[in-house]
Nanobody, 122 residues
């Protein structure tokens, strides 16, 4: 099994910044992708940003130019720097990873963190 522990959420005023961090641990084989999703009340969970082991990134259009995802492959961590935050960024943010497990299998599993609340006040 793989565990994801998130940190860094909180309350911030519009225009402010927050940094989310996520650390993966457990029976990790080879992590393919790490990313952040968010879910606002009454809405579906959506991709915010993702990064592959090779450093390729993908961002939701709504956060391009404001958010930056980064990853430390050696430490199995991923971070999301969020700048110029807007009230519409308010949501629970979830860390996600797609990884093989220790033991040599090539099957890829997806795991989720418990979520961290980000609230942006106007």
């Amino acid at each position: 099994q793989v565990q994801l522990v998130e940190s860094g959420g909180g309350l911030v005023q519009a225009g402010g910044s927050l940094r989310l961090s996520c650390a993966a641990s457990g029976s990790i084989g080879s992590i393919r992708t790490m990313g952040w999703y968010r879910q606002a009340p009454g809405k579906q969970r959506e991709l915010v940003a993702a990064i592959t082991s090779g450093g390729n990134t993908n961002y939701a259009d709504s956060v391009k130019g404001r958010f930056t995802i980064s990853r430390d492959n050696a430490k199995n961590t991923v971070a999301l720097q969020m700048n110029s935050l807007k009230p519409e960024d308010t949501a629970v943010y979830y860390c996600n990873t797609e990884t093989t497990l220790r033991g040599g299998s090539y099957v890829v599993f997806a795991y989720w963190g418990q979520g961290t609340q980000v609230t942006v006040s106007s």
